[in-house]
Structure formats: C-alpha cells, structure tokens
C-alpha cells in the first residue's frame, strides 16, 4: 500500500519570501511522484512529476521539488513567491502493480501575504 | 476536447435520489479517473478506467456507486439511494495513458444531498 503525508496543512508566508511544502511518501516500490496545484475556485493542475534520473525536477511557475529516496520525501519548494501563488497543494505518489491509481496527500494551503 | 469536461457542474438532490455525473475526457485520452473531494480533506480514489475497462473498483465506498465508459470516451458515475454523506465534488481526470502520466483534471461536480 502507499501513503502519501503532507507535513504541514498551512503554511502562511510573506510575498518575495522562499517556500518548501513538504511531502513524505510510504510505497514498497519503486514510484512517481506528483505535485498539483488548485488555484481558488479552479481545477487541479499538474505542477511537475518525478518519473526518474535527475532528483531535481522543475516545474511550472519556478516551482522545482527534490526527490530524496533514502528520506522517502519530495518537497517542492520556491526561492520567492508572490501573491498569485496562494493555492492548495497536493502531493501524489503512483506505482508498482497498482499504477492506475494515484494516493493523494490531503493538501497543503499556501497563502502568501503583502 | 480541449480539456476535461464534467456535467453538471452543481447539483443539489434529495436524499434517497439518485444522481448520474458525467466526464467527458481529453480526446485520445485511454485512462480516465474519478476522485472526490470532500471539505477540508485531499482527493480519494474511486476507481479508474483503461479504455472500457475498470481494473481498480476499489475505491467505491458501497454498492450505491457505480461506474461505466463507453467508447473510450464518456465516463458516467452513478450514486443511487444518495446520503448525506455523498457530498463532496466530484473530480474526474484523464491521461494519455495509465503510467507515469500526470492527470488532467476537470473542474468537477460538486454533490450536495439536502
């Protein structure tokens, strides 16, 4: 079974200020992993995934995340935000023999402060 | 489509009616989920599509649910004899295929039984 656990449930932080959303997963196999966002009266959307190789992975909106295997964690994390980056994000982690379904964090909600 | 379509967007029903959701997914998309989002809490799974067919049921929480796609298209998700606790939205994804593929989600459906 896999497990997904988003440390911290909110995290307020001042505008320009960097961020790091942490996310520490349980699987017995190999996974990817998954970073969303959900913008305030808006759909998930995907932010960027780990599948492989590099640790370090880049995504949309100068978010990047970190894959550590022997801490079993994927944080994402941003060098400055602002205003518009005030979101709920969910952590994900897929794989093994059940690479159909995703196991969702239960979401952590940035709000970023003038 | 050019993105994930969910009908209706709200729906309000009476206890003990049933409610039929609909996901229109991206076209050529072989791998559709459905999820649902309760207030406060992450995304749990309910089951997901490969083409027509349903490898994971598991996350159906009774037998009042159900599921079906036909064409490789359209998904339908049933809720019979609805309860109090089947509010939530509703939230379907799809993706290229079942794998490392992100998911593209829909704005879902958000159930309200009075």
């Known amino acids: 079974a896999q497990s997904v656990t988003q440390l911290d449930s909110q995290v307020p932080v001042f505008e320009e200020a960097p961020v790091e959303l942490r996310c520490n997963y349980s699987?017995?196999?190999?996974?990817?992993l998954f970073w969303y966002v959900q913008y305030p009266n808006q759909g998930l959307q995907l932010l960027l995934k780990y599948l492989s190789g590099s640790t370090l992975v880049k995504g949309i909106n100068g978010f990047e995340a970190e894959f550590n295997k022997s801490q079993t964690s994927f944080h994402l994390r941003k060098p400055s935000v602002h205003i518009s980056d005030t979101a709920e994000y969910f952590c994900?982690?897929?794989?093994?023999?059940?690479?159909?379904?995703?196991?969702f964090g239960d979401g952590t909600t940035l709000t970023v402060k003038p | 489509g050019a993105g994930v379509s969910q009908s209706p967007s709200n729906k309000v029903t009476e206890k003990g009616k049933d409610v039929e959701l609909r996901c229109d997914p991206i076209?050529?998309?072989?791998?559709l989920y459905w999820y649902r989002q309760s207030l406060g809490q992450g995304l749990e799974f309910l089951i997901y599509f490969q083409g027509n067919s349903a490898p994971d049921k598991s996350g159906l929480p009774s037998d009042r649910f159900s599921a079906e796609r036909t064409g490789g298209s359209v998904s339908t998700l049933t809720i019979q004899r609805t309860q109090q606790e089947d509010s939530a939205v509703y939230l379907c994804?799809?993706?290229?295929?079942?794998?490392?593929?992100?998911?593209?989600f829909g704005s879902g459906t958000r159930l309200t039984v009075v």
């Open positions: 994900a982690v897929r794989g093994g023999t059940n690479a159909g379904k995703s196991t």
């Open positions: 994804a799809s993706s290229l295929e079942v794998g490392n593929y992100g998911y593209t």
């Open positions: 699987s017995s196999v190999s996974v990817y």
């Open positions: 076209s050529g998309h072989t791998a």
